[in-house]
């Protein structure tokens, strides 16, 4: 299931050295773990997702411990779910291709989905095509400019495979 995290702005997501943080200025994990279960078969949404990332402290002053957040959130949902890491794009197409849902990091160096850093799910692959989600899809923001209006069509992005590998280099671990 889509989300998007402009429908979650408000959504208290606090840290002590951001009393005021949400969803939206936190960034974007609570909202692609949530994508990535939902597709999953597992009940659940962002606000649900957040809450477990606080009582876990995985909220950081920057945004969210990724690593730490999968591992809780695997523990809450399922013994089924099973969190691994890798920088490897064979193993990226090979989960894929099993139905597996992928959260890509992406440094927004190359362009080729984002133009800064964000987190998005691959959902499928058809070949070296990779069909993902941004749940920063523009079009629910209050005030979209052009840039953002020529750049996205829509929210379902298609990009090939070493497109999608290009974007995530600057990150230790590329792939969860």
């Known amino acids: 299931m889509y989300f998007n995290k402009y ?3 408000d ?13 939206k200025s936190a960034g974007d994990c609570p909202v692609v773990i949530a994508m990535a279960l939902t597709e999953l078969g597992v009940k659940t949404d962002p606000i649900e997702i957040a809450q477990i990332s606080l009582d876990n402290h995985a909220r950081l002053p920057y945004g969210t411990d990724i690593d730490a957040l999968c591992r809780h959130v695997a523990n809450t949902f399922s013994e089924d779910i099973v969190v691994t ?6 193993l990226l197409k090979a989960a894929l291709l099993r139905g597996s849902k992928v959260i890509c990091c992406i440094d927004g160096k190359t362009g080729a ?8 799910v691959a959902v499928e692959i058809d070949g070296d095509t990779v069909f993902v989600w941004d749940p920063g899809y523009p079009q629910y923001r209050r005030s979209i400019n052009e840039y ?29």
């Open 7 to 9: 429908d979650y702005a």
């Open 85 to 90: 890491k890798t920088n490897d794009i064979g």
């Open 11 to 23: 959504v208290p997501y606090a840290h002590v050295t951001d009393p005021q943080g949400t969803i």
């Open 148 to 176: 953002f209006e020529l750049y996205w069509s829509h929210p379902d992005i298609y990009v090939d495979i070493n497109s999608l590998h290009a974007e995530t280099e600057g990150y230790a671990t590329r792939y969860y």
């Open 113 to 120: 989905i984002s133009k800064s850093p964000t987190l998005v």
